[in-house]
């Protein structure tokens, strides 16, 4: 290379070009992966990168579950690498890509170092996240468990094997990297930071990691944060569309951060690849370890791993009698108080919700939705999700067929809000009323109501819910479409859903895991958001302003139902700041009731973290006989009678970090356990 064109090239300087990439995933599938692989890799090197990382298990999917212990798909990823290696030949640049492989009888979740026709090492993954809605370890063996730091794997023959891998490169490209995995970043000591302390420059992790609230804030934290405190560069990729949506979202987020700064971050919830490119200056890494003689030191104490001791201290709580909290305390934790949160939280919601969708969707091959509109918040929420999903995949607003179904107890004012929604949003709107076929079945089993008796039993109530979706069933069948549940995650807790054919079955639902004070949230911001016509938004408001009803029981008049949910189950408020105690951290009853009392019976001395617009009283305060109460409706509703329905819900994506029920994701319960110790314990809370 003639010299002055030398000087005008980084690789001369003590830079690199890194790139991470994010493909389409053909989920199981591994020879349309490993293609997709070798274009990523094609391309990024035409932009001059020689490093370029892949997603964990990307040569099969991460989602494949117990399908990675199908032989055929093990062998298939096997010939997906072939490909690529052989690919490799041609492209001076190093590929880190995943797969699941086999070794003494165990299967690993690896990292394969692929450069110019040649495996150069394996690095499988040490930690294996158990948890929610993680459980690798069903299908893999951790890191630990392999015996010897070599593998012979048939065409490469003896490879190198193991977490203690450092890939040192020469020639124009100096740095030396390693490798980690996912789950291994976020534990307290990652393998990361002792390859930094012995020598490697660039820390590469090849990551799934599905999307949730707040997840992405906390990635780029993670990332930076790790890069920082070993002085090096870290490469982070992750899965994106093509992933499955069965109980999760996918949003290909890839980070390349050097020493705290983020360098460059990719397009969340993407439909296609991506490649994202950065510079990391490999000189002033070293420079910077150089002068900080402290991370030497660090590395030298490291080695001589000392051993800790341990000291005993008995220490007694302060007998003050009363003694309120002092930190801050969100009566809605799944509602941001921020307005600046609370709508980056919304935004993500969404996302998630019509990625889901739209992949579902387009697995069934199917290009039609259907709909069935109450013209309350969760039907109006599916509404919204829906007609987003159709605009992704760039479906015109036709595909959605969308029904409001009238019975014996439905609203004027329903009624009214599901056509200006539907008329507005400008989709293929029907009305069918179901009266005439839920008085024949009423006939049919000879219910008192046929006979003109006003018996409003759970028969009564039944009847109608299940026509409502035996009807959306039958429409899919006719129009080739999908049906689109809308129950959310506060009835599914309650088990407030008429099982089988009824709200609780769909083909695909959206809002399985969004609570219902955050559903209102939703709404609102959407109607502000400024992609509707304001018809739509207006109608939008209006439904956040209706009172909830399942509009099953007739009223005195047609503008207003008998049933109001919340004065049956008790407030909605209350029950998702139990839910999301017990999902997330696992709090006995007693520590619901004095938080629960902490943050809506009285002031206290810190003050309230409160959403803004969702008092339901006057002070938006309780006392702490409703609060005990409603603490019992929701034990009894929660663990009584209720995971029956859990346990056999149809897909839907997780959202946040607050949970879900889904019986594949953070909530695997038997459904005929017994309640006794949560009742217990809820009957010694004191009165007042």
């Known amino acids: 290379m003639p010299s002055d064109i030398a000087f005008h090239n980084l690789y001369c300087h003590d830079l690199i070009r890194a790139a991470v990439a994010v493909p389409r995933v053909h989920l199981a599938d591994p ?55 052989e690919a490799s030949s041609a492209i001076d640049a190093v590929a880190i890509v995943g797969l699941p492989l086999r070794r003494d009888d165990q299967l690993y979740n690896v990292a394969a170092v692929v450069h110019q026709g040649r495996v150069l090492g394996l690095v499988p993954k040490s930690y294996l996240p158990n948890y929610r809605e993680f459980y690798e370890a069903r299908q893999f063996t951790p890191a630990r468990a392999a015996a010897t730091g070599e593998l012979p794997l048939e ?12 890939f040192r490169c020469d020639g124009d490209a100096r740095f030396t990297f390693a490798v980690e995995l996912c789950e291994d970043l976020w534990v307290p000591v990652p393998p990361s930071s002792l390859a930094a302390l012995r020598g490697a420059q660039v820390l590469v992790n090849l990551s799934a990691s599905p999307a949730s609230l707040g997840k992405a804030g906390y990635r780029r934290d993670l990332v930076a944060q790790q890069s920082a ?40 919830y993407a439909p296609g690849g991506q490649l994202l490119l950065a510079d990391l200056d490999i000189g002033k890494l070293s420079q910077e370890r150089m002068r900080q003689n402290t991370f030497a030191e660090n590395a030298q104490a490291v080695a001589a791993n000392p051993a800790y001791r341990t000291v005993g201290v008995t220490l007694h709580a302060p007998v003050l009698g009363r003694l309120d909290l002092l930190r801050p305390r969100s009566r809605y934790p799944y509602v941001p108080s921020l307005l600046a949160e609370r709508e980056e939280r919304c935004r993500e919601v969404l996302a998630i919700q019509v ?12 290009r039609r939705l259907v709909l069935g509109v109450s013209g309350g918040l969760d039907s ?12 992704r995949l760039g479906l015109d607003r036709e595909h959605l067929l969308a029904y409001t179904l009238p019975g014996f107890a439905t609203s004027t004012r329903t009624r009214d809000q599901a056509w200006r929604l539907m008329r507005a949003l400008g989709c293929s709107a029907s009305e069918i009323d179901i009266r005439p076929a839920c008085l024949q079945m009423l006939r049919d089993i000879a219910h008192p109501y046929a006979k003109g008796e006003k018996r409003y039993d759970v028969t009564f109530e039944n009847v109608q819910a299940g026509a409502r979706t035996s009807l959306l069933f039958r429409l899919a069948n006719q129009h080739g479409a999908l049906v689109v549940g809308t129950s959310d995650l506060s009835e599914l807790a309650l088990g407030w859903s008429t099982y089988g054919v009824g709200d609780h079955m769909a083909h695909y639902h959206v809002n399985a895991s969004v609570p219902k004070t955050l559903v209102r949230h ?4 959407s109607a502000d958001s400024g992609i509707w016509n304001p018809d739509f938004s207006t109608a939008l408001i209006d439904v956040v302003a209706t009172e909830i009803s399942p509009e099953l029981v007739p009223g005195d008049s047609d503008d207003q139902p008998a049933q109001s949910t919340e004065d049956v189950l008790g407030p ?36 309230r973290d409160d959403a803004p617009g969702q008092a339901e009283q006057e002070n938006g305060e309780y006392s702490f006989a409703e609060v005990r109460a409603c603490l019992g409706t929701f034990l009894r509703r929660f663990f009584v009678g209720s995971q029956f329905k859990r346990s056999c819900i149809a897909n839907a994506p997780k959202v946040g970090s607050g949970g879900s029920l889904s019986p594949r994701g953070d909530w695997r319960a038997p459904s005929d356990a017994e309640a006794t110790v949560w009742l217990a314990a809820h009957a010694a809370l004191p009165e007042s």
Do not use: M
Request: hydrophobic share 50%; proline share 4%.
């Open 229 to 268: 405190r070993c002085l090096a560069a870290y490469l982070f990729s992750a899965a994106g569309f093509g992933e499955s949506t069965t109980d999760l979202a996918w949003d290909g987020h890839a980070l390349i951060c050097e020493n705290g700064s983020c360098l460059a971050e990719s397009e969340r």
């Open 522 to 525: 939703l709404i609102e911001w």
């Open 355 to 366: 990625q889901g969708l739209a992949r579902r969707l387009e697995a069934s091959g199917l």
């Open 31 to 85: 020879a349309a992966n490993a293609a997709e692989t070798v274009r990523l890799l094609q391309d990024a090197r035409s932009q001059g990168a020689c490093l370029v990382v892949f997603p964990e298990l990307g040569l099969t999917g991460y989602s494949c579950e117990d399908l990675f212990h199908q032989e055929v798909l093990l062998d298939a990823a096997l010939q997906a690498l072939q490909t690529v290696v």
């Open 155 to 166: 065409p490469w023959g003896v490879l190198p094997w193991g977490t203690d891998l450092l």
């Open 572 to 607: 909605y408020a209350l029950h998702d700041f139990f839910l999301y105690g017990l999902l997330r951290h696992g709090y006995a009853p007693a520590k619901l009731a004095f938080l629960a009392a902490q943050s809506w019976c009285r002031p206290g001395p810190a003050g």
């Open 380 to 391: 109006t929420l599916g509404l919204i999700v829906a007609t987003l999903a159709l605009q």
